[in-house]
């Protein structure tokens, strides 16, 4: 079975703390994503990886960074976190073959007070 | 650019009724087209796909066709159960150019005994 992991599932950080969100995937996909969930607004798409350091800007990239150095492995990053991305966050990754699916991991829970 | 369009919710059941949840899309071309389903406090897991038009994906009871003269994907199920109350979500991928899916904004199911 294919297994996309994420830190934590509950996070408590205060306004202007740097916050780090980590994924990881065991199956050797070569697609990353990271996804925000808000009620009434469904997933939205932050950033974007396709390879190792390569990255591409979603939907909403405003806020956030990211970074992979390694295949399994994409991070999140609020660089100054602000009480509007308190949100839940998915990651998911796919293979980049055409029609499959994308996999996703138990997501994160983060509220900045 | 491409959209998925999802039945508002929330949607009440009794156990056993009939269970359609409509989703219609916008795309270039013949996207492949997915329901994730979301159970409380989980992440997103696919539920059933379709790669062409006339396709119908299946699972769980679940079933969706693909028809691509009304651009629909609507999720149907026969005999809905408790333990069917979920999130459900519509996406759809483009089959050229970038991986990203697109997202309806979800429809909250709950089953009442």
């Known amino acids: 079975d294919v297994k996309v992991t994420q830190s934590s599932r509950y996070l408590v950080k205060r306004t202007g703390e740097k916050v780090f969100l980590e994924c990881v995937q065991d199956m050797d996909h070569e697609n990353m994503f990271w996804y925000r969930q808000d009620p009434g607004l469904g997933l939205r798409l932050i950033y974007f990886s396709y390879d190792v350091k390569m990255k591409e800007k979603g939907d909403i990239p405003e806020g956030y960074s990211v970074s992979r150095e390694k295949k399994e492995r994409f991070s999140l990053i609020l660089e100054s976190a602000s009480t509007n991305q308190t949100s839940m966050y998915l990651c998911a990754s796919s293979l980049r073959v055409r029609g499959i699916e994308q996999y996703f991991g138990p997501g994160t829970r983060l509220t900045v007070t | 650019g491409n959209s998925v369009t999802q039945m508002e919710g929330p949607v009440t059941l009794s156990e056993e009724a009939f269970l359609t949840i409509n989703c219609t899309y916008t795309?270039?071309?013949?996207?492949?087209l997915f329901w994730y389903v979301q159970y409380p406090g989980e992440g997103l897991q696919l539920l059933l796909k379709?790669?062409?038009?006339?396709d119908k994906g299946s699972n769980k009871g679940f079933e969706a066709t693909y028809r691509k003269e009304t651009t629909s994907f609507h999720l149907e199920k026969g005999s809905v159960q408790v333990s069917d109350s979920a999130v459900y979500f519509c996406a759809l991928r483009p089959n050229f150019g970038n991986e990203k899916l697109t997202f309806g904004t979800g429809t909250r199911l709950t089953i009442i005994p």
């Open positions: 795309a270039t071309g013949y996207p492949s």
């Open positions: 379709a790669t062409k038009a006339d």
